[in-house]
Structures are given as structure tokens and as C-alpha cells.
């Protein structure tokens, strides 16, 4: 069965700190790994990674695929308290009359002041 | 461009009673996919179109639920009749060509709670 699973599950930190979310899956005919970000509501697109050690950078937000590994990491440097929200990680299964994407319970992120 | 838009924000109900959710994708996306979201089991993929057409929808939880896509630009899901752990929140999103190789578009939700 196809699974997307993230880690920590929760974690808090205060402004200024770097963190790393990380997100390892089992696709059987993957094709690209995703992050959203979850404020309040809909989840808003970050990041598609479909090439192994490419990194895809914006701001201070930067992220990596290791498709030997099968897992992906989200970098967050000098955190600020707008960056608090539920990161999600989804990988895209792409074969045959499969076209769609599975996604990970979410890493809660709380920054402090 | 509006965006994925979905109807009701938010839905109050009593078990037993049908509950119908309404999404409008966004105009030339030919996929559109909902999901639903809990605490315990995050974001679930309940069921996608392509060009109105279901194509999975191995993720329904049972018989209850039931999704259409009578045209491009509506699509409904229903609960019927609704329990009180079918409250979450339900996502419409929608893509160009697939979620696999595309971002998807997300809908505001609905929040679903049945008493």
C-alpha cells in the first residue's frame, strides 16, 4: 500500500531557530514529491521535487529528494512566527490510470516569539 | 481566476440526516480530487475525476458517501446518512493534468460536524 510518513509529528521552536521536517514514502510508480503549507484552511504549494539531490530553494524555505533513500527533507532557516503551521508532504503515484497524490498526516510547527 | 471554490464553509448536522458538499474547480482543470481531513488520519483521498469521469475512488469510506461530477465545473459529494465520525474536514481540489505530476489547487473546505 502506498504511504507518505512525516516526521516529528510536532515540533516547536522559537524565532530565529532552523528546523527540518522530514517526509519518506513508498509510491509504486512515483513521480514527483510535494510540500504544502497549511495555515488556516487550504493547504498553498511549496515545493514539487522529481530529480534525486536538486535542491528547490525559496527565501528561507529550501527542499531536497533523495529517491534512492525515498525520503524528502523541508528546510526552514531563521524561523519567524509566521512560518507556524502544518507542513504537509505528498508524493504523486503516476501509473497507468493512476494520477494522484497521497499525503502525509502533516508535521505541526509552532514558532515561538 | 477565483480559485477552487466550495459551498457550505461550514455545516452543522445531526446523524442520520444527508449532507451534500459543492465544489466548483477551477475553470481548465480537467482533475478534480476530494479529500477529506482529520487529526488522526491527516489528508485522505476519497475520490478524483478526470474530465468528469471517476476514476478512483478506492479511498470512500463506505456506501454512505457517494461523489459526481455532473460537468466541468461542479461536482458534489454526499454523505447519506451522515454519522458523527464523518465529521472532518472535506478538501476539493483541482489540477491541469493529475496530481501526481502537478500542484494541486485547494478549495477553502468544509467543515463538516455531525452531531
Known amino acids: 500500500e502506498d504511504k507518505v510518513v512525516q516526521s516529528p509529528l510536532s515540533l516547536v521552536v522559537h524565532e530565529g531557530d532552523t528546523v527540518t521536517l522530514n517526509c519518506s514514502y513508498e509510491?509504486?510508480?512515483?513521480?514527483?514529491l510535494l510540500w504544502y503549507k497549511q495555515e488556516k484552511k487550504a493547504p498553498t504549494f511549496l515545493f514539487m521535487l522529481?530529480?534525486?539531490?536538486i535542491e528547490k530553494k525559496s527565501g528561507r524555505l529550501s527542499s531536497i529528494l533523495d529517491k534512492k533513500e525515498l525520503f524528502s527533507i523541508l528546510n526552514i532557516t531563521a524561523t519567524q512566527t509566521g512560518d507556524s503551521a502544518i507542513y504537509l508532504c505528498a508524493s504523486g503515484d503516476y501509473g497507468g490510470a493512476t494520477n494522484k497524490l497521497i499525503f502525509g498526516t502533516g508535521t505541526l510547527l509552532a514558532v515561538q516569539p | 481566476d477565483a480559485g477552487v471554490i466550495q459551498s457550505p464553509r461550514h455545516e452543522v448536522t445531526e446523524m442520520g440526516q444527508e449532507v451534500t458538499l459543492r465544489c466548483k474547480p477551477i475553470?481548465?482543470?480537467?482533475?478534480l480530487f476530494w479529500y477529506r481531513q482529520t487529526m488522526m488520519r491527516g489528508l485522505e483521498l476519497l475520490i478524483y475525476?478526470?474530465?468528469?469521469?471517476?476514476?478512483?475512488d478506492s479511498g470512500m469510506p463506505e456506501d454512505r458517501f457517494s461523489a459526481k461530477m455532473p460537468n466541468a465545473s461542479f461536482s458534489t459529494l454526499k454523505i447519506q446518512p451522515s454519522e458523527p465520525r464523518d465529521s472532518a474536514v472535506y478538501f476539493c481540489?483541482?489540477?491541469?493534468?493529475?496530481?501526481?505530476?502537478?500542484?494541486?489547487?485547494f478549495g477553502s473546505g468544509t467543515q463538516l460536524s455531525v452531531l
Open positions: 522529481t530529480s534525486s539531490g
Open positions: 475553470s481548465g482543470h480537467d482533475y
Open positions: 481540489a483541482s489540477s491541469k493534468t493529475g496530481g501526481a505530476g502537478e500542484k494541486l489547487f
Open positions: 509510491v509504486t510508480n512515483f513521480r514527483s
Open positions: 475525476f478526470n474530465n468528469n469521469v471517476p476514476i478512483d
